[in-house]
């Protein structure tokens, strides 16, 4: 019995994804537009979101190929996630057009490379404020609608940079860092509640922020096996979702070693 509880999934799996009501925000590029794509493909009932509202648009034309083929039922809600009011008339949008949802997820981030020796508050603040101030604008959108429903799907992307310190991650990888700590807290208190919460750490994922990176990055994939990736996690009520495990595996071992081997290890691969 034990063993088996071991083994069981944290959440409640997602079967199918067709008619599933979900909602991206951070939609308009990388990640989040992949997630958009493969979603549409499958089905599902997509409401996207981010500050460019005609990126949003391209990413839903990506879909079918044209603008006459994207989902017939998407939804276009630009909003920047620093406005608590703009992602509560976005979630009213939602309801007053699906009834409610089954799946949120959040992928809104800011990647500004920054070390010591080239600190910029200004640029520390903000990047604060929109993965992590964020995400919490967003949490108080859609908890009570979740909570009602008592059902449904809590996803928020944090990243590898937020299991230990990596280079020019100075106020990135903090972010996420409180991500993975949110995540496990929101579990805690929403498990019991019949809803699922999944934190996802990518490893180098190739997307316009990475692009911006001069050091090596390990193991480094695609956006669109990034968004399989998350959906499979998802689909098989995983906690935490991570990938690729050739090295997200590697560095999960090095967090229970020493200190000093993670900066050998990071420092080694980085180059840096």
Known sequence: MLLNGLFAPLNPPVNEWRDQRVWLVGASSGIGAALARELARRGARIAVSARREQSLHDVLDEVGGSPNQRPVDALVLPLDVTNAGALAAARDAIVAAWGGVDVVVWLAALWVPMRADNFDLAAARRTIEI???????????????????????????????????????????????????????????????????????????????????????????????????????????????????????????????PIRCWFAVIRRTTGM
């Open 131 to 257: 993965n992590q101030i964020g995400a919490l604008n967003l949490l108080a959108a859609v908890l009570p609608v979740l909570l009602d429903q008592g059902r449904g799907q809590l996803v928020l992307t944090a990243s590898v940079a937020g299991w230990g310190g990596m280079p020019k991650a100075l106020a990135y990888g903090q972010t996420k860092a409180a991500l993975n700590h949110l995540a496990e807290t929101l579990w805690i208190d929403l498990h019991p509640r019949g809803i699922g919460v999944s934190v996802v750490n990518p490893g180098f994922v190739d997307t316009p922020a990475t692009a911006t990176n001069t050091f090596t990055m390990p193991a480094l994939i695609s956006a669109d096996e990034a968004a399989i990736r998350i959906l499979a996690g998802i689909s098989a009520g995983q906690f935490n979702i991570h990938f690729p495990r050739r090295f997200t595996g590697v560095l999960k071992f090095l967090r229970l070693l």
